[in-house]
């Protein structure tokens, strides 16, 4: 009778778990459409970068404003204007993607940033969260967490050293 009972408990669990709806995914093709996101980013295709956008795509970058991605690009090409170089590193990267409760699915991306500060040659490493919506193949909410404090310390020390070299110059 115990044996009945434990293969009649083993048997519901195993159902139970085999009928589980998949929620998360380490490949699909919207986990695909980040990867190219990224590509184009490190390339600097900002042509290609923006398809990646729905017409009505909302962004969210450290703020919980929204931005359309147009103006995402702008504020991207002016951190980036002061960079030698960009990109995210091929190592330590990771893509997943989740199905919620409402049956929406949003990607995870968590990446490594490293640029190159043009007037000093210092090196940047930043950590990089997104999490993006995907509808029919495009990108209609992105949320996106990184810490911008020693990027923009770089650049106010660089600005604040133009201005000494100017004062002592006009002196």
């Known amino acids: 009778m115990k044996k009945i009972l434990i293969v009649c408990v083993a048997t519901v669990f195993f159902i139970s778990c085999k009928n589980a709806e998949q929620k998360y995914f380490s490949s699909s093709p919207e986990i695909d459409e980040v990867k190219a996101l990224v590509k184009d980013y490190n390339a600097g295709d900002w ?12 962004v969210h970058h450290n ?16 951190l980036l204007a002061g960079a030698s170089s960009y990109g995210f590193t091929d190592k330590d990267i990771f893509y997943e993607m989740v199905i919620d409760d ?3 699915k949003w990607v995870n991306f968590w990446g490594t940033w490293e640029g190159t500060i043009a007037a000093n040659n210092q090196k940047l490493i930043i950590p990089v969260h997104l999490t993006l919506q995907l509808v029919n193949g495009k990108i209609v909410e992105e949320h996106g967490y990184y810490d911008l404090s020693e990027y923009l310390a770089v650049m106010q020390k660089i600005e604040s050293e133009m201005d000494e070299e100017e004062e002592v110059m006009e002196k």
């Open 47 to 58: 042509n290609a970068w923006m398809t990646h956008y729905a017409d009505t795509a909302k």
């Open 63 to 78: 703020t919980l404003e929204d931005s359309t991605p147009a103006e995402l690009l702008e504020g991207l090409k002016g």
């Open 102 to 104: 409402q049956g929406e």
